[in-house]
């Protein structure tokens, strides 16, 4: 198989050969019926539905012990690689800091080109030069950048064929999330939610980069939310979109998630609910216009993004057949929404909370802030975050990464307003069972963990969506930033932040296997076929390693 | 070649200050437990008048304006315990155009007080003592040297504490010597393991995951154990070291020669 494989992908790079490079086309029906073609990986989150299942099955409980390591990719740069690949035909895109774009051989590892997007200087971002990969439309790749800019390359030859400004890098607008193709746009969020900007989301022709629509995710004056500020704290109060997110073809609805309103820990200094900081809202995919919104955190005090991944699922709720949407948000609570109308139906804590009691009929928390230098649990990165969760239709349960135990002491303070500066208002710190010993930080840097699980420990959450319990947890030493991948053969591969990369029984989650793969793991692990081999590609440290059964 | 490398550095440093904020734990609760052995909190507000009217001109308002000393974070050219920084005081230090100042015992007393509390005004400013006092202490009477190592010397049961001055404020260890119960690292607790052999492994955690623990254990090797091939493993919240017997006086001493710690020269 080899030899033909290398000949076709010699053709499709040089463009000679039609029928190759109609394979390459990835058209927006492939998308729309992308579990039709489980071998690939055509978006960020697997599918529309962001369930991040896939429908292969050779690699079962039984043979899972078989696999082993088929090649390896080291990234060139520094730092965290967040990056989510994209599997087509036979070819990975995958992006490496700060803004580099490849095309790989998924079954070799070897790269076809390598795309190089320098950011300008003046790009600012709160937590690393981050990139969490590309989305792919016809025959051209689509990729967001840390300085604010959108780039269409050749998915063939890797050469740029439009290049614009979303937003301004000099007010620290970035991009760092992996665009969303729905139709013929391309669908893209900005961050910069420590830097006071006024976040969106917005549309872009994928043929020639025209702005086709822009959501505000902070209303202006005269729009409805607008009162929900004071003053002209509506201006820059962040509420980035750092997330990619779902849609909806039925309903014509896309969901995202927005990020945390500014200045991140002074609530009083921007009164109101602060909407849609916090929330999920739902827009029209062919104008943006909002359809529903719905907030987690009024008014939050503690950096509660809600940049999680919106799941869709179809299932019964109550007797009949709904269309739901699941979310285990950053504030510690798992929730259940009706994603047609955005109607609570379901929230439970999954970890220990005190910045609310609980939550009322409509789902809206109840406020317990906590009195000045005492713990607020979950702490600021929260009781799960931006990692990517799991739903597999096949046992029903909803898998994600969480914090258990965790909490840090709030130190609110006035910040003001400078362009393109950090608007934080204030700090914070993780409480610690000693004083100076050392804490978790925001990703980790040492192979050392001096801090134990007594400031913080990880869990993977299999959580029951109809009770908002969990069916079974598997806890870790050191908290994880892993995402979830779980297939028809009820695997769930996941890793931490120890490097371990485990393959779960997704009904029990019992270990059936587990790799030691030396860095920390800080996105979900995909899975993908080329000519009969299924494989499953997972980033650890500097290393993106690809596994497959032994031959 | 690449041209990039200050957005690197921005970018970089940008991140760093997210993790930045993540600063320790204030340190609070433990005045009480400290007894006489620090100032009161009337001698330091009298110090940050005399340093105001008499530091402040050259060292400036943070302390930190001449090279080599920052008064603040406790960072001198030479001086380690009280003593040594009222002689300098007191005597001026030529060398380095310091004059000497007349001062009586009370501002004397509040200034050192000033400085050990980190210019904070409701700080806890511990004593600190003489050196050679605190190292006859270290190996005798304290009994410190039986398990903890310095400078390549004792057992390596305890934590190594050739550079513990330069990781620790005198706060923190005085609140080890005093109450070692509430200081003792989480990472640094005593661990006892048995394997499915039946051999007893009891030692100090250098690293653990969900699956491993890296210790050295009573012997002082380097072990590293499978927690599946355990019988049993504990982690102890009680650390092998007693509160001290010690006097206060004694204390500031031992706390003089810890400071004095700060790693190879």
Not at chain 1, 1 to 16: A, I
Not at chain 1, 79 to 100: C, F, H, K, L
Not at chain 1, 399 to 426: C, K, M, Q, V
Not at chain 2, 252 to 257: E, M
């Amino acid at each position: 198989m080899k030899p033909l494989r290398t000949l076709l992908s010699l053709f499709v790079l040089g463009g000679l050969l039609a029928s190759a490079e109609l394979d390459a086309q990835v058209t927006y029906d492939r998308i729309l019926a992308a579990d039709d073609e489980p071998e690939n990986w055509l978006t960020y989150n697997g599918n529309y539905s962001s369930q991040r299942h896939s429908g292969l099955e050779q690699i079962t409980r039984d043979n899972v012990d078989d696999l082993e390591m088929k090649w390896m990719l080291q990234n060139q740069t520094f730092g965290a690689w967040q990056s989510n690949p994209i599997v087509v035909d036979g070819i990975m895109y995958i992006t490496e800091r700060p803004n580099d774009v490849m095309a790989v051989d998924a079954v070799t590892g070897r790269v076809f080109w390598l795309y190089r997007h320098t950011p300008s200087e003046d790009a600012s971002v709160c937590c690393g030069a981050n990139n969490r990969g590309v989305a792919i439309l016809g025959d051209k790749v689509f990729m967001g950048t840390l300085d604010a800019r959108l780039i269409a390359i050749d998915a063939i030859n890797g050469k740029p064929l439009w290049d614009i400004e979303v937003a301004d890098v000099n007010l620290a607008y970035s991009i760092t999330m992996a665009p969303l193709i729905i139709k013929d746009k391309v669908v893209v969020g900005v961050g910069g939610g420590e830097f006071g900007i006024r976040g969106f989301i917005a549309a872009y022709d994928a043929e020639t980069g025209e702005e086709a629509w822009r959501f505000y995710t902070i209303p202006g004056p005269g729009e409805p939310g607008h009162d929900t500020w004071q003053g002209d704290d509506w201006e820059h109060g962040g509420a980035p979109v750092w997330i990619t997110g779902s849609y909806d073809p039925e309903l014509n609805l896309t969901y995202w998630g927005v990020g945390n309103p500014g200045p991140d820990w002074n609530a009083g200094q921007r009164p109101g609910d602060n909407l849609y900081s916090d929330a999920v809202v739902a827009l029209d995919a062919d104008t943006g216009e909002l359809v529903w919104h719905f907030q987690f955190t009024p008014n939050d005090g503690y950096d509660y993004d809600s940049v999680q991944v919106p799941v869709l699922v179809d299932m019964d709720w109550d007797g009949r057949p709904r269309k739901l949407m699941l979310w285990a948000n950053r504030n510690g609570y798992f929730y259940a929404l009706d994603r047609e109308t955005g109607e609570f139906l379901l929230g439970e804590p999954f970890v220990k909370v005190n910045w609310s009691s609980g939550l009322d009929e409509n789902g809206r928390p109840i406020p317990t802030p906590q009195p000045a230098g005492s713990p607020t649990w979950p702490g600021n990165q929260g009781g799960t975050n931006w990692y990517p969760p799991s739903y597999s239709p096949s046992t029903g349960l909803f898998y994600f990464a969480a914090w258990e135990n965790y909490a840090t002491i709030y130190e609110p303070e006035d910040s003001e307003y400078r362009p393109g500066r950090f608007f934080l208002g204030g700090g914070f710190s993780v409480l610690a069972p000693v004083p100076g010993a050392p804490t978790i930080g925001i990703g980790r840097t040492t192979p050392i963990n001096n801090w134990t699980d007594e400031v913080g420990y990880g869990a993977v959450i299999a959580m029951d969506p109809r009770s908002g319990g969990a069916a079974w947890k598997f806890r870790q030493f050191d908290v994880s930033d892993g995402g979830m991948l779980t297939t028809a053969s009820d695997l769930l591969f996941t890793g931490g932040r120890e490097g371990h990369f485990h393959a779960l029984d997704a009904w029990t989650g019992e270990l059936l296997w587990k790799a030691s793969l030396g860095g920390q793991i800080v996105m979900a692990p995909v899975t993908f076929m080329v000519d009969g081999h299924q494989y499953v590609s997972v980033i650890s440290g500097h290393t993106l390693v690809t596994f497959a059964l032994r031959d | 070649m690449r041209d990039d490398g200050r957005t690197f550095a921005r970018l970089g440093l940008l991140g760093f200050c997210a993790v930045a904020w993540l600063l320790p734990a204030a340190e609070q609760g433990h005045a009480q437990a400290s007894g006489d052995h620090q100032y009161t909190s009337e001698d330091i507000e009298a110090g940050s008048r005399v340093y105001t009217s008499e530091c402040a001109l050259c060292h400036g308002a943070n302390g930190d304006d001449v090279d080599g000393v920052n008064l603040r974070l406790g960072q001198f050219r030479s001086s380690v315990s009280d003593d040594d920084l009222r002689g300098v005081i007191t005597t001026g230090l030529a060398s380095a155009r310091m004059p000497a100042f007349d001062l009586n015992s009370d501002e004397l007393n509040g200034v050192i007080a000033y400085i050990r509390a980190g210019f904070d005004p409701s700080g806890v400013a511990v004593k600190v003592g003489d050196v050679a006092r605190g190292q006859d202490l270290f190996e005798g009477q304290g009994d410190c040297s039986s398990c903890h190592r310095v400078n390549g010397r004792g057992p390596r049961t305890a934590p190594d504490l050739s550079d513990i001055g330069a990781v620790r404020t005198p706060a923190a260890l005085q609140r080890a010597i005093l109450d070692p119960i509430t200081a003792l690292l989480p990472i640094n607790r005593p661990v006892r393991a048995v394997t499915r052999g039946g051999e007893t492994i009891q030692g100090r955690r250098l690293n653990e995951d969900t699956y491993t623990v890296q210790l050295i254990d009573s012997e002082g090797r380097l072990r590293s154990l499978v927690k599946a091939d355990l019988a049993e493993y504990e982690v102890s919240n009680t650390p092998t070291m007693e509160p001290t017997t010690l006097s206060s006086d004694q204390v500031a001493d031992l706390i003089g020669y810890l400071l004095s710690l700060r790693g190879m020269q």
